[in-house]
């Protein structure tokens, strides 16, 4: 019975490294695919205008409020 017991540990230690080895080809797999997917949107028109927003979101927070305060009181 003690034989088959250390056969078994045996087995499951396997049977985990296949599991870890198998799980981090996948998450190869999909980083690759994901990597894949972002060019194809980085080449798309729809692409070329988000990050063409995104510069112009970032040009415009660079040069707003520049010490003013946002609202101005005046007392008349």
Same mark, same amino acid.
């Given at each position: #019975?003690?034989?088959?017991?250390?056969?078994?540990?045996?087995?499951?230690?396997?049977?985990?490294?296949?599991?870890?080895?198998?799980?981090?080809?996948?998450?190869?797999?999909?980083?690759?695919?994901?990597?894949?997917?972002?060019?194809?949107?980085?080449?798309?028109?729809?692409?070329?205008?988000?990050?063409?927003?995104?510069?112009? #979101?970032?040009?415009?927070?660079?040069?707003?409020?520049?010490?003013?305060?946002?609202?101005?009181?005046? #007392?008349?």
């Amino acid at each position: #019975m003690g034989c088959f017991s250390c056969f078994d540990g045996t087995q499951k230690q396997q049977r985990k490294e296949e599991e870890r080895q198998a799980s981090a080809e996948a998450r190869a797999k999909a980083a690759e695919a994901a990597q894949r997917r972002k060019e194809q949107f980085d080449k798309s028109a729809a692409g070329r205008a988000a990050q063409a927003q995104l510069q112009q #979101m970032a040009k415009q927070s660079a040069n707003t409020n520049k010490g003013e305060p946002v609202l101005k009181w005046q #007392m008349t």
